[in-house]
């Protein structure tokens, strides 16, 4: 049974930085194309960031709002993936989701929440 677990949510105040991990629990972690979602209340769920797989090389792809802000990471020995949040600001605030993907399958963790904060 595939499992996605978030851990590093919490309570930040503007500017400040959290470090959020996702343990999955996969046979072939490599082949998986990694992501971070987040869904803001009343808000669509929206892709903050994603690492794709070892075959696809890898590549990341950032929304717009946090280009140069987060840094989404996988350590494929480990399976793991991470998203490194700076300069948090307000319009952060949210439940954080990890996904996992390929053509054929998608997995979700239960989310982390993110409020930013002063």
């Known amino acids: 049974q595939v499992q996605l677990v978030e851990s590093g949510g919490g309570l930040v105040q503007p500017g400040g930085s959290l470090r959020l991990s996702c343990a999955a629990s996969?046979?072939?972690?490599?082949?998986?194309?990694m992501g971070w979602y987040r869904q803001a209340p009343g808000k669509q769920r929206e892709l903050v960031a994603s690492?794709?797989?070892?075959?696809?090389?890898?590549?990341?792809n950032y929304a717009d709002s946090v280009k140069g802000r987060f840094t989404v990471s996988r350590d494929n020995a480990k399976k793991m993936v991470y998203l490194q949040m700076n300069n948090l600001k307000p319009e952060d605030t949210a439940v954080y989701y990890c996904?996992?993907?390929?053509?054929?399958?998608?997995?979700w963790g239960q989310g982390t929440q993110v409020t930013v904060s002063s």
């Open positions: 690492v794709a797989s070892l075959t696809s090389g890898g590549t990341t």
């Open positions: 996904r996992s993907s390929t053509p054929a399958t998608d997995y």
């Open positions: 996969i046979s072939l972690f490599a082949v998986y194309t």
